[in-house]
């Protein structure tokens, strides 16, 4: 149960930290200040502070806004991602913030409360924080803050809450070098003793995305997108309620287009239809066809394998009339989210139950996608990045053997990268 202050990173964690040592060098993650950006935008970063976090040495508590009182947060019910149906009458129940919909895992904060909570406050550490996202340029976002615990002790807070992937041109948190000249780090986020000898005696010799496969795969270990039992049991109902049921076998596609059209998708956008012999202003349109996604998986078409394929989108209309135009597919089941509405992105103005529902509808997705036979999709996508790592494990839990299940790249790099980047 949340503590009155509701100021907690984690709410089995104690007001006061356990060890001195691990709570003397903190990395406080305040979720708010991206709240306005998409699910699986929000649960990326979230992965790569923990990871930054871990590298660092530093015990990260996770800040999500005080769940009392309505001027923490820029959104309703203090959270970004809407008012569960029971929050109406018992606002008590449920976090706030990220806290929302993840289950932070007990080990993650090592016992470490907030830092200093007798000197600053919420607003004080989110002031921090959004100052640096919004000064970017200006400030550099890995400046430490040092306070004074109600004990004494003199605590170094790194307080970060904007995008942090541009952390990762600095050397410093270069993953690479960090995997490769201390690998110890990665048993923060549960590797045991020795796999982390393990990672340090091979990881000359591996290749970049075997490194990032191990550190994926003990992330999903680990458990640390884990969401909250309300959530999943929206999930679960809301899933069963689908005018259908998905069958056990199938074929996942995710087709992001909106707003990545304009932007990380665009390069790729306009290779493809290069190489159709179109340029930018005669090619017949601004996304790739979902043809191209099905090519992925033409041997298990022409087999007749492919039988069933989910497909989740954010341009639900189109791709139907894609459907309706392709030809040799009259033996495959289609199947789409029955909520149509832009699942990606998560407006500030909208009603917060209609946020709610949104979410729910979004990690639907998340899942389904996840625990398909086969996947199709793209790494510009958040939510294939995701994908990824809930895919991805060790073979018969060994070090060494991560493993994804079946995955095929659409477009794009074929590289996953640094999970959460």
């Known amino acids: 149960m949340q503590s009155e202050s509701g100021l907690l990173g984690k709410a089995e964690a104690p007001l006061q930290p356990h060890n001195s040592e691990e709570c003397s060098s903190i990395f406080l993650y305040v979720t708010d200040v991206i709240g306005q950006y998409g699910l699986g935008y929000q649960l990326n970063n979230y992965i790569l502070a923990v990871l930054l976090a871990s590298s660092l040495n530093r015990s990260i508590v996770v800040l999500d806004p005080p769940i009392h009182g309505d001027n923490h947060s820029k959104f309703s019910s203090n ?20 806290g929302r919909i993840i289950d932070y895992p007990a080990w993650l904060n090592k016992g470490c ?4 909570i007798g000197e600053h406050d919420y607003s004080f550490w989110h002031g921090v924080a959004q100052s640096k996202e919004s000064r970017r340029n200006e400030v550099s976002p890995d400046t430490e803050h040092r306070c004074i615990d109600e004990d004494g002790r003199n605590i170094s807070v790194l307080s970060i809450g904007g995008d942090l992937r541009h952390l990762l041109m600095s050397p410093k948190y270069n993953m690479l070098e960090l995997a490769r000249k201390s690998p110890a780090w990665v048993s ?43 959530i999943n049991r929206e999930v679960h109902s809301f899933i069963s309620r689908f005018d259908y049921v998905l069958p056990k076998h ?51 078409q022409e087999s007749g394998v492919l039988t069933n394929v989910y497909i989740a ?26 909520d149509t509405s832009p699942k990606n992105h998560l407006q500030s103005d909208l009603e917060c139950s209609i946020r709610y529902n949104r ?28 994908v990824h790592t809930a895919r991805t494990s060790f073979v018969d839990g060994e070090i060494g053997t991560a493993r994804q299940l079946d995955m095929r790249i659409a477009f794009g790099p074929e590289s996953r990268g640094i999970p959460g980047a």
Not at 113 to 116: I, N
Not at 360 to 379: H, P, R, T, W
């Open 359 to 386: 979410t729910i509808a979004a990690i639907a997705d998340l899942k389904i996608l996840s625990q398909s036979d086969i996947f199709v999709g793209e790494y510009n996508s958040n939510k294939g990045r995701l």
């Open 250 to 300: 199938y074929v996942a596609f995710n087709v992001r287009r909106g707003n990545k059209l304009t932007a990380e998708a665009k390069y790729w956008v306009d290779e493809y239809w290069a190489k159709q012999g179109y340029n930018e202003t005669t090619q017949p349109s601004n996304y790739i066809p979902f043809s191209h996604y099905l090519e992925q998986v033409q041997n298990e």
């Open 313 to 338: 989108t954010d341009d639900q209309d189109s791709i139907k009339r894609e459907i309706d135009e392709l030809s040799g597919f009259s033996n495959v089941t289609f199947y789409m989210n029955p």
């Open 188 to 230: 923060r986020i549960g590797a045991t003793q020795y796999e982390a000898r393990w990672l340090a005696n091979h990881s000359q010799n591996l290749s970049l995305d075997s490194i990032y496969d191990q550190i994926s795969a003990l992330l999903s270990r680990a458990g640390v997108v884990t969401f909250q039992p309300w």
């Open 79 to 98: 959270s970004q991602f809407g008012c569960p149906p029971d929050d109406l009458n018992n606002t008590n129940y449920f976090r706030s913030g990220l």
């Open 113 to 116: 409360g907030v830092p200093c």
